[in-house]
């Protein structure tokens, strides 16, 4: 059975201060904006995710409620996976690897630089570093998600804010 997994890195996030701990950081007014215009456009393509896992940082889970909300889904149903902050691409790995095959199409929303090497890492492709609020789509043939692991897998598109034309 075909698998396909959407990978996102949060979106434009206030920057770093003193005064707020890098897990706490929220999106700024542009994250906001960049989230919802890649909501609506998934949303407008028809891509359903079955189960949605995020990082439970601020501004990546903020990033998953609002595509959440966009997509119909209900927030309270978005897996938050406390690794996936800090916990490298093996974290990624592993909250793929563990998804029930009940499952066929699954969003992740995480933080790059690890975001963009697990991507990479997977479909053996170059996205080069995903844009804050960039969607990659990566296609798997015949595999359970226990299964998935290096270059098992196809990037078949690569989205971002910009390209979609809602946020300079």
């Known amino acids: 059975m075909k698998k396909m997994l959407i990978l996102?890195?949060?979106?434009?996030?206030?920057d770093q201060s003193f005064r707020v701990k890098d897990f706490?950081?929220?999106l700024n007014n542009?994250?906001?904006?960049?989230?919802e215009v890649m909501g609506k456009w998934l949303a407008e393509?028809?891509?359903?995710?079955?189960?949605?896992?995020?990082?439970?940082a601020a501004r990546a889970f903020k990033t998953a409620e609002i595509f959440a909300k966009q997509l119909g889904v209900n927030s309270a149903s978005i897996n938050s996976k406390p690794e996936i902050y800090d916990g490298g691409p093996r974290a990624y790995l592993s909250a793929i690897n563990s998804v029930s095959e009940d499952f066929s199409n699954l969003i992740l929303f995480g933080h790059?630089?690890?975001?963009?090497?697990?991507a990479e890492y997977l479909s053996g492709g170059n996205i080069g570093s995903?844009?804050?609020?960039?969607?990659a789509f990566i296609e798997f043939e015949n595999q359970k998600w226990e299964e998935i692991s290096a270059k098992t897998g196809n990037l078949v598109l690569y989205k971002t804010p910009?390209?979609?034309?809602?946020v300079e």
């Open 30 to 35: 542009r994250g906001l904006a960049e989230s």
């Open 162 to 166: 910009k390209q979609i034309g809602g």
């Open 130 to 135: 995903m844009k804050k609020g960039g969607v």
């Open 8 to 14: 996102v890195r949060h979106a434009t996030a206030e």
């Open 112 to 118: 790059n630089p690890d975001i963009t090497y697990f």
């Open 45 to 56: 393509a028809n891509v359903k995710p079955d189960i949605f896992i995020s990082s439970p």
């Open 24 to 26: 706490d950081r929220n």
